[in-house]
């Protein structure tokens, strides 16, 4: 692949999934600001956490059963096995319902016990972990299933944009918002949302004489599921504890400012977020046909695009963050400025990395990757730990920092001594010297 080629594919690529994120992003923040205003800080703390546990339980329910259903429902299909891949639609949705209901005790647990929640919210954060997990899933078997830009959009875009929608309209009918109610909405914009993908997953799913999936098969994709599921869920986890945590062990106003801060900050983490789904398909590429000069361009241009853009997004929050704030969500979360800046800080730290993972990935080194994540969420773990005792969201911000740190020179340091390449903004330094 010339450098050309590559370049051309790469901004393409680029401005396609960008412009689902940056609407998806933008949809986010807003549902962000109006569950702020209509909750209060109190409130917004309430449901903060318990999407939290949304989030973690439904990441748990769905993470490897979304990674092996893109991957073998693109390889059924390519294959023209479409029995197969009915068979394998069919089981990821019943593992994923069982597993989904599990997780749906754990957080409805967490919510009433744990958070003192009322029961009604109690039950609506065990009803959104089981039908996001769902969501989850279809979106990741419309992926494979050729329905990339849709596959990425409903979760990313869809859900919010419908989200924001109903807020509105429950503001206008209802007035005040209650965090139990902001639950039940948030519940039924994924009920809204998977009509839209559903009519693509039974064409899939119900294949005549499709049968059902022999024993060996259920081994396969448990196996497979589970193995490629444990990094999504360990990051998975290093997202959503610290404010699982800031909303058991401190106060519920200090999860309100917590998660206004992480509200702001994903803004800084947005490059990234996009390079990740870019980059692996086309490392994986480079990589099989043994083009190392292409790899190393590959980095070269992950680098840039992960960390020049973060840290210009980073410069603006650090400056008029604490306007921002005020702004969007009101002059009582002004209070969140020093939480928001340390938030930015992690996501300047973990961009350092570049396309490290996706070059660890292209090169088998899978469980690299899922011993950095595991050594980032130890060590954001034992700082979370001791930051309880201080009791500010503040300091559990700094153990992210700290975690995401630990992650980013793990990574980098991995990259360049297995795979021989250097995933760092350095190396545009060194070839702009050497030319």
């Given at each position: 692949?010339?450098?050309?080629?590559?370049?051309?594919?790469?901004?393409?690529?680029?401005?396609?999934?960008?412009?689902?994120?940056?609407f998806?992003?933008?949809?986010?923040f807003?549902?962000?600001?109006?569950l702020?205003?209509?909750?209060?800080?109190?409130g917004?703390?309430?449901?903060?956490?318990?999407?939290?546990?949304?989030?973690?339980?439904?990441?748990?329910?769905?993470?490897?059963?979304?990674?092996?259903?893109?991957?073998?429902?693109?390889?059924?299909?390519?294959?023209?096995e479409?029995e197969?891949?009915?068979?394998?639609?069919?089981?990821?949705?019943?593992?994923?319902?069982?597993?989904?209901?599990a997780?749906?005790?754990?957080?409805?647990s967490?919510?009433w016990?744990?958070?003192?929640?009322?029961?009604?919210?109690?039950?609506?954060?065990?009803?959104?972990?089981?039908?996001?997990?769902?969501?989850?899933?279809v979106?990741?078997?419309?992926?494979?299933?050729d329905?990339?830009?849709?596959?990425?959009?409903l979760d990313?875009?869809?859900?919010?944009?419908?989200?924001?929608?109903?807020l509105?309209a429950?503001?206008l009918?209802?007035?005040?918002?209650?965090?139990?109610?902001a639950?039940?909405?948030?519940?039924?914009?994924?009920?809204?949302?998977?009509?839209?993908?559903?009519?693509?997953?039974?064409?899939?799913?119900?294949?005549?004489?499709?049968?059902?999936?022999?024993?060996?098969?259920?081994?396969?994709?448990?196996?497979a599921?589970?193995?490629?599921?444990?990094?999504?869920i360990i990051?998975?986890?290093?997202?959503?504890?610290?404010?699982?945590?800031?909303?058991?062990?401190?106060?519920?106003?200090?999860?309100?400012?917590?998660?206004?801060?992480?509200?702001?900050?994903?803004?800084?983490?947005?490059?990234?977020?996009?390079?990740?789904?870019?980059?692996?398909?086309?490392?994986?590429?480079?990589?099989?046909?043994?083009?190392?000069?292409?790899?190393?361009?590959?980095?070269?241009?992950?680098?840039?695009?992960?960390?020049?853009?973060?840290?210009?997004?980073?410069?603006?929050?650090?400056?008029?963050?604490?306007?921002?704030?005020?702004?969007?969500?009101?002059s009582?979360?002004?209070?969140?400025?020093?939480?928001?800046?340390?938030?930015?800080?992690?996501?300047?730290?973990?961009?350092?990395?570049?396309?490290?993972?996706s070059?660890?990935?292209?090169?088998?080194q899978?469980?690299?990757?899922?011993r950095?994540c595991?050594?980032?969420?130890?060590?954001?773990?034992?700082?979370?730990?001791?930051?309880?005792?201080?009791?500010?969201?503040?300091?559990?911000?700094?153990?992210?920092?700290?975690?995401?740190?630990?992650?980013?020179?793990f990574?980098?340091?991995?990259?360049?001594?297995?795979?021989?390449?250097d995933?760092?903004?350095?190396?545009i330094?060194?070839?702009?010297?050497a030319?």
């Amino acid at each position: 692949m010339s450098a050309r080629s590559l370049r051309q594919d790469f901004l393409r690529a680029l401005g396609g999934s960008a412009g689902v994120y940056l609407f998806g992003t933008a949809m986010a923040f807003l549902v962000g600001v109006q569950l702020a205003r209509g909750l209060g800080v109190a409130g917004y703390g309430l449901y903060g956490s318990a999407m939290a546990a949304v989030s973690l339980g439904s990441t748990f329910a769905s993470g490897g059963l979304q990674l092996h259903a893109t991957r073998d429902l693109a390889a059924y299909r390519a294959r023209g096995e479409h029995e197969g891949a009915a068979r394998l639609v069919g089981w990821s949705l019943r593992h994923v319902l069982m597993l989904g209901a599990a997780a749906a005790l754990a957080a409805g647990s967490y919510v009433w016990w744990g958070l003192g929640g009322a029961p009604g919210l109690a039950a609506a954060t065990m009803a959104a972990t089981v039908v996001m997990a769902v969501l989850i899933l279809v979106g990741a078997i419309l992926r494979g299933a050729d329905g990339l830009v849709l596959g990425q959009a409903l979760d990313a875009a869809v859900r919010p944009a419908v989200l924001s929608a109903l807020l509105f309209a429950a503001v206008l009918a209802f007035g005040p918002l209650q965090p139990g109610m902001a639950m039940a909405l948030t519940v039924a914009a994924v009920l809204m949302v998977l009509p839209f993908g559903w009519r693509t997953l039974v064409q899939v799913w119900r294949v005549p004489n499709a049968g059902a999936a022999s024993a060996a098969e259920r081994r396969s994709w448990g196996k497979a599921s589970a193995t490629m599921g444990l990094t999504t869920i360990i990051n998975a986890a290093e997202a959503s504890l610290p404010l699982i945590l800031v909303g058991a062990l401190t106060n519920i106003e200090q999860a309100g400012l917590f998660r206004v801060a992480m509200a702001v900050a994903v803004f800084a983490n947005l490059p990234a977020t996009i390079l990740s789904f870019l980059a692996p398909p086309m490392a994986s590429q480079l990589h099989e046909r043994g083009d190392r000069a292409g790899l190393a361009r590959l980095a070269l241009a992950g680098a840039g695009a992960t960390l020049l853009p973060t840290l210009g997004i980073a410069g603006c929050l650090w400056i008029f963050g604490e306007t921002l704030l005020a702004l969007a969500f009101g002059s009582d979360y002004r209070a969140a400025a020093p939480i928001m800046s340390v938030m930015v800080g992690a996501s300047v730290a973990g961009s350092m990395a570049g396309i490290s993972i996706s070059l660890l990935h292209a090169g088998r080194q899978d469980a690299v990757v899922t011993r950095a994540c595991a050594v980032s969420l130890a060590v954001t773990c034992t700082g979370l730990g001791i930051a309880a005792f201080d009791g500010r969201a503040v300091a559990i911000a700094v153990a992210v920092l700290i975690g995401m740190t630990a992650r980013m020179l793990f990574l980098t340091i991995s990259t360049r001594r297995l795979i021989g390449i250097d995933p760092t903004i350095l190396a545009i330094f060194r070839a702009s010297a050497a030319q």
